[in-house]
């Protein structure tokens, strides 16, 4: 029934869908999510500004009690692997974080070890399971000194 048809049909044929460059649905709204494209990388101490949001059912990040949770994830996560959170900003939905990092690796292992911790302690606060962090990080690799000034105010 299937017989010479290239193996992507065959696959979507059997309910597998299809494997094509920019096939699916694309995200659309407000909360579109960070790109999976590969992130600029680079190998040297540099500055990176770093964007962390939160799902939508995670309570106020401004609270008292969830500044509590994030300095206490900060305080345990935020120097470790070869990077270190250098400064914190907290809107309410999302956490702008300003990361000294030695390369690529070391920011992505740290970022991964401190989304652990403010989920956790998150999820505890709430008395819940389940994702807290909305989507991937969004970084920024600061090459200037006129960029780290502004992504300090």
């Known amino acids: 029934m299937l017989r010479g048809l290239e193996e992507p049909f065959a696959e979507w044929a ?4 299809v494997r094509f460059k920019g096939a699916g649905r694309k995200p659309k709204g407000k909360r579109a999510g960070v790109s999976h494209r590969k992130r600029p990388g680079f190998e040297r101490r540099m500055p990176v ?6 799902a ?3 309570w106020n990040l401004r609270s008292r009690r969830s500044v509590r949770v994030l ?3 900060l305080r345990k996560g935020g120097d470790r692997f070869g990077a270190r959170v250098v ?4 809107p ?9 990092a030695a390369n690529t690796a070391a920011l992505a292992r740290s970022l991964q070890g401190l ?3 403010i989920a956790k302690g998150m999820n505890a606060l709430m008395g819940r399971k389940g994702r ?12 200037t000194p006129t960029e780290v000034r502004h992504a300090v105010r």
Do not use: N
């Open 14 to 17: 059997a309910g597998g869908g």
């Open 49 to 54: 500004h770093v964007t962390l949001r939160v």
């Open 56 to 58: 939508e059912w995670v």
């Open 71 to 73: 300095e206490g994830a």
């Open 87 to 90: 400064q914190v900003s907290v």
């Open 92 to 100: 309410g939905d999302h956490l702008h974080l300003l990361v000294e």
């Open 115 to 117: 989304s652990v911790r």
């Open 132 to 143: 807290v962090l909305g989507d991937r990080y969004h970084a920024h690799v600061l090459r």
